[in-house]
């Protein structure tokens, strides 16, 4: 069973930067198409990006499309998701689960389960 770790998150001001990580553990990682979703206070969990098993697609979702950049590392078992020029709608906890690679639904808990996330905090 493929367990996920997100690390990365912090507070920064608008118009800063943040790199998110994904560590996954058990498994075969490398066969899944990875997504990051966002959790705000108030809305559901939403796709951000999405990045096939090998790395020749991606997906974003239009609000964050040009800012952010999702990229993986089969052989170190990592996802990661560049945040540039944040903004504070980007205020969410941050998550990363395995998806299906043509609905982008994440496969919990088919694969895997809802990690702790990691809180990301954009100021004004």
């Known amino acids: 069973q493929v367990q996920l770790v997100e690390s990365g998150g912090g507070s920064v001001q608008a118009g800063g930067s943040l790199r998110l990580s994904c560590a996954a553990s058990?498994?075969?990682?490398?066969?899944?198409?990875m997504g990051w979703f966002r959790h705000a206070p108030g809305k559901e969990r939403d796709l951000v990006a999405a990045i096939s098993w090998s790395s020749q697609s991606t997906v974003y979702v239009d609000s964050v499309k040009g800012r952010f950049t999702i990229s993986r590392d089969n052989a170190k078992k990592m996802v990661y998701l560049q945040m540039n020029s944040l903004k504070p709608e980007d205020t969410a906890v941050y998550y990363c689960a395995a998806v299906h690679i043509k609905t982008m639904r994440p496969l919990i808990p088919d694969v895997g389960s809802w990690g702790q996330g990691t809180q990301v905090t954009v100021s004004s």
């Open positions: 058990g498994g075969t990682f490398s066969t899944y198409a």
